[in-house]
């Protein structure tokens, strides 16, 4: 029945992350002892502070449908967070609150794009970037990078990716999968080239903003000339553990949140309202009641690039924010490994998924494809028993 489908979802790839995910659970089901490093979550209760609004929420009886671009108290807890954090000023009129930054991203390419637009992708990316982007109908143009230059791009290439029919570019830091964070200087210098360029629009993705281990995140649209044409995106999703309430967020210019506004009226209305109530509680509270854990996830992190900077063949960057470790495993390119041929990532991670156990995401649908992907938003024990079978897999 695929011919029936339309053309729009038959070029849709399945999320990478999402399928492994998937696999991961039903080989679980079957009765094997899987350990899942696949999936982009915090492993961590969403914190009382936050669950205790939603259960006030419930019984102030908050039922009916919201505004659809959000309560305005929670916008105004938005620009708050935004000015706090970012340095950023917003009006309630540039502020949407949707169902996840997901829909965030998607709200703005459904509104920014047309048939035909290039949208750049500084890789390595978030796996959905590319799928939106071609929902929208526009063309994924990947910048690479690599582990050499810490997975940043350079100004240099970033101007010779740009031709008459690039429309935005989707920038992510801290990074999902390489956990690079850009310095402001560097967020500066790519700023001078999109100056050049005033038709380009920036989809600024801060969601790991507060999962950082020491370097500050800096934001697109504090660069005043990248103002009137960043749209910030943000979401409770990572850094309070609140992946399912479904809750993210934009800042931008006043005629796109309209867009965005009038776009998602037809499509979703307001988010739910449980969920939004509680996001109030969770973006009034001072950063420090989620330290526990940044500090947790911190540690997670020394230890497993420790552990894997022990195994032959993984090359490791050292990531400032967000929960994954990047490795480069080219070397193992061309083995064989107890009788797995490895030619590209996939192969790597399905021979992990084989042979340890371990579910991972190939670096190839993040543009990457060279490198893995592990989340380390698992116990410490967990992390340990991994390494070591890996390990064992390997030797
Ligand atoms: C870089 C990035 N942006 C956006 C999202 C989506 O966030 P949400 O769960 O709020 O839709 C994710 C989730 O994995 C992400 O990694």
New binding site residues.
Partial sequence: MKDQLSNRINSLPVSA?LAMAAKARELKAEGKDIISLSL??PDFNTPDFIKEAAIQAVNDNYSSYSPVDGYADLKDAIITKFKRDNGLDYKPSQIVVS???????ANIAMVLLNPGDEVLLPAP??V??SAIAILGEATPVEIPSSIDTDFKITPAQLEAAITPKTKMIFF?SP???SGVIYSEAEYRALAKVLEKHPNIYVLS?E??EHINYGQKAFSFAAIESMYDRTIT?N????AFA??GW???YIGGPEWIARACNKLQGQITSGANCIAQRATIAALEAPISKIKYMVDEFHKRRDMILDLLGKIDGFKLNIPGG?FYVFPDISAFFGKEIKGHKINCASDFSLFLLAEANIATVSGESFGSPNCIRISYAASEAQLREAVSRIEKALA
């Fill in positions: 992350t982009g979550e169902t996840g930054a997901k829909q965030s991203i990316y978030w959905s970037y992510n990074n999902n999968p993705d969601i790991y995106v979401g409770v999703a990572k609140m992946t479904r809750i993210g967000a």
